[in-house]
């Protein structure tokens, strides 16, 4: 047979072409048959085995497979999907101030001047320590009135016992016993008055048993006493000053910080997550925190700040919080509620994406999952697993780390 190819003539046997053709096929075909074949089949359907798992939705997932004793060694542990409070919290600013029930405005209650000041700010004092002494023309005149009526009811007493007894015994009419009465009553009343006038101005009845004695009872001395241990935090008071009753300016400011208050200011969005009684935590740095709880929730916002207020009161013996000091605090969460929630340490990130590694017949299958609000020890569960589900809640890391060990090892991207 002749073939004319480019305008040329070449004569080729038919035979010969067909015979070239079978041998073409033959080496495009050849492959391992018989037990090499099979055996070639079953070692690549054992390493498919090893890192994937088939299932229903035709999506193939990763798989860590590990003998009794590389589990144990690995520390994994076992646990469920559960539904419960996630504790979240919310981060606020946060100002440390005095407790004001433990603060004290001192402040002479009589006009007069300073004399001598026995206390300086920074300065730890007791109840009763004395603090500055002042000179009063006021005091010495109330003091002055007490000692009077206390003479003049002296000396209406014996009258008074006198006219009794002759008006028992017949002797004195009623009208004199009467008169006699009137006076020790009038007498008593101005005592009683005089009283009053230097509680008024803090003199205590010990104080007033001290009157009469020349060395003790100066008429016009004040003595200005602590009436609360605490910090002088405030001092106001210069000898030779003179201090008017009810000044606005205290003479002396007295706090105790052995607790303090602690108010976070909350914002709209989150005035409807706080609430009285929850859990707190004041964060002084990065792994230091004081725990506590919220003690007030104000009722209103403020109309300046326009935020709302929640108060924490601390214990603060150490002197860990300074009052004037900003700090972050963290309140839980009110509105996480039970919600459905793995614990924190089944969490892992793996390219990219949150997974829990969940339990299968030939191993471990790191399960895609989507988050929501996470607290200390759990966090929310939007999709991908159901309550109930067994989970690995202890070991996660260390199966994530052979997971990508074996990626590594046999050049799979997983």
């Known amino acids: 047979m002749t073939y004319q190819i480019d305008g040329g003539r070449f004569a080729f046997p038919l035979a010969a072409c067909l015979a070239a053709i079978s041998l073409a096929l033959a080496g495009c075909t050849d492959a391992p048959s018989g037990p090499e074949a099979h055996d070639h089949d079953d070692a690549a359907s054992d390493h498919e085995g090893e890192h994937a798992h088939d299932h229903e939705d035709g999506e193939t997932h990763d798989l860590v497979s590990l003998s009794p004793e590389e589990r144990q060694a690995l520390g994994i542990a076992l646990g469920q999907v ?7 919290w919310i981060e606020l600013p946060g100002e440390v101030r005095f407790d004001e029930n433990r603060i ?6 009589v006009e007069g001047v300073i004399r001598e000041v026995y206390a300086s700010m920074g300065d730890e004092v007791e109840a009763g320590d004395l603090l500055a002494v002042l000179d009063s023309r006021e005091l010495a005149e109330a003091k002055a009135a007490y000692l009077s009526a206390l003479a003049s ?23 004199r016993f009467q008169t006699a009465r009137r006076a020790l009553e009038e007498a008593r009343i101005a005592v009683r008055s005089a009283e009053f006038q230097l509680d008024a101005l803090g003199i205590d009845e010990a104080a007033r048993d001290t009157l009469a004695d020349p060395e003790t009872g100066a008429l016009s001395r004040y003595s200005l006493r602590a009436p609360m241990s605490g910090v002088i935090t405030q001092r106001h008071a210069v000898r030779g000053e003179f201090a008017e009753a009810g000044d606005v300016m205290p003479t002396f400011t007295i706090a105790d910080a052995s607790q303090v208050w602690v108010d976070a200011a909350i ?21 230091a925190y004081i725990d506590t709880e919220v003690s007030f929730v104000a ?5 300046e700040t326009r935020t709302g207020l929640a108060r924490l009161i601390v214990e603060n013996e150490a002197s860990r919080l300074m009052p ?45 999952v989507r988050l929501g609000r996470r607290g200390a020890a759990y966090v929310e569960i939007l999709s991908g697993l159901d ?28």
């Open 82 to 88: 559960s539904t419960g409070p996630v504790g979240g």
């Open 104 to 109: 004290a405005l001192v402040s002479a209650p």
């Open 153 to 175: 009811l002296e000396l209406v007493r014996p009258e008074f016992d006198r006219e009794r007894e002759l008006f028992d015994r017949g002797v004195s009419t009623e009208s």
């Open 267 to 287: 914002y709209g969005p989150d005035l409807m997550r706080v609430r009285p009684g929850a859990r707190a935590r004041i964060r002084l740095s990065t792994d």
């Open 299 to 303: 009722p209103q916002i403020g109309a």
């Open 324 to 368: 004037g000091a900003f700090v972050t605090v963290e309140l839980e969460d009110g509105a996480a509620g039970q919600l459905l929630r793995a614990p924190t340490s089944a969490i892992q990130t793996l390219e990219g994406q949150s997974v829990v590694f969940v339990p299968e017949e030939d191993g471990f299958e790191p399960r895609p």
């Open 387 to 414: 309550e109930g589900d067994p989970i690995v809640v202890e070991g996660a890391f260390a199966l994530k780390s052979e997971l990508q060990k074996g990626a590594f090892g046999d050049g799979h991207n997983h």
